[in-house]
Every structure is written in structure tokens, then in C-alpha cells.
């Protein structure tokens, strides 16, 4: 059976928060969103989220061309390996601006966050009103990266 997660992570890859503040949160969702569960996970580390698909197009934010894909695992690979993805900026192939490989457009958004909120199975479409409850809640953005696995 396949699983629908929603996840909301704050645009700041290492923002973590309390757990009586992660746990308010939960609260606070479940009022907007209704789903089998609602949940949260923070970690010390930086994780990767992806959109549960194979990535097949990345590109570049500031040009707009095409990121090599070996390129980009490469980097996720000497990322992980030298702080577990704390420092993201890399200096892109195509126009050698420095970009956050948070900030890369992935074909379906994929993320890295210290702080999760996964919704499971939700009944409908986990809306803006979410993440602005969110948003406002710990005043720092948030946003969406869904998966089906
Ligand atoms: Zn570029």
C-alpha cells in the first residue's frame, strides 16, 4: 500500500525549535488538517527530503539551465560526508554563482530541514492555510514537500 506523506519544513535547513513547541504545533495542525496522523521529527543533523519520484530535471535558480545530475550527487555525496549537509552553497557548473543546493528548482520540491512536520494520508490537499499556521506560529517560513512512496 502506498503511503502519501506531506512534509512542512521551514526554508532555514538548520532551524530547530523545543519539543513543547514541536508538540503545540502538532496540535495546532490537526485543527487544519485533518489526516491519519500528524507528526514531527527533528534531528541535530540536516536531512535530505526528497519528492519520493526519481529526480530526473534539476536546474538552476539563478540561469536556468539544466544541473548534471552526477554533478548534483556528487555534491550531495561531499556534502553529507563533510557536516552532514549543515553548509549548502556550492558553486554551479553552468554560471559559477554561488548557490544553496536547497535552493535548486527540483523537478517536484525536495528540501533539507532539521525540523519536520509529516502529514500521512491526508484527506485532502494540505493547503496554505498549513503552512501559514505554521509560518507564524515559529515566524520563520515554511513550506511543502510531498512524497509518495
Ligand atoms: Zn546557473
Redesign the pocket.
Known sequence: MSEHLVRLIPRLHTYRTNEASARAAVLALQKCVKAEEISFFQSGQVEFFDCGSALNHIS?P????AVPLDWWQQKMDEHYKSDHFFVLEED?P??S?T?SLNDLRYEAPCGFASLCFTVRDPEEAVGQEAVECLSERFGILFRTVEAVY
Open positions: 538552476c539563478r540561469c536556468g539551465a554551479m553552468c554560471c554563482k548557490v
